[in-house]
């Protein structure tokens, strides 16, 4: 039951920390590279706080509500119906799972998160594959949540 599910976390907390690495040892040294000229850049940032920077500084209150976080995705996680329809809604909270302990890792180990991918079209935060993990993770879920995921019948009959 859970082999797959770990598996799968795993694998995409592997990739996560490899690009981090590769940013780590081939841009941290020289900070800046253009990828597609106009549209993406790697450069290199030591994120101390969250998304768009909030808390920056505030390394044990962002470990601490990552635990929290972390923690309720495994226990809604095992809450879910073990039925087909809520399959997409599982692999979405492994996908959102593996972003928030990516990132956790880096925090724990470096005291910063390695963020480095850069749009270079529009002004944007420098971002990282964890946080790709979290953003399309919360993203699909949301939509699941509003628009795919009926409430049974019985319920709807009992109000």
Known sequence: MWLIPAFAAIILIGLDQATKYLALTNLKPIGSMVFMKGFLDFTF???RGVAFGMFSGQRWFILLLTAVITVALLYYYNKLPRTK???LVRMVMILIFSG???NMIDRVFR???VDFFEFSFFKFPVFNVADIYVVV???ILAFLILFVI???EEKKKDE
């Open 45 to 47: 940032v030591e994120n």
């Open 85 to 87: 329809e809520y399959q």
């Open 100 to 102: 928030a302990i990516g």
């Open 111 to 113: 005291g910063y998160v």
């Open 137 to 139: 993770g919360v993203c």
């Open 150 to 152: 009926k409430e049974p």
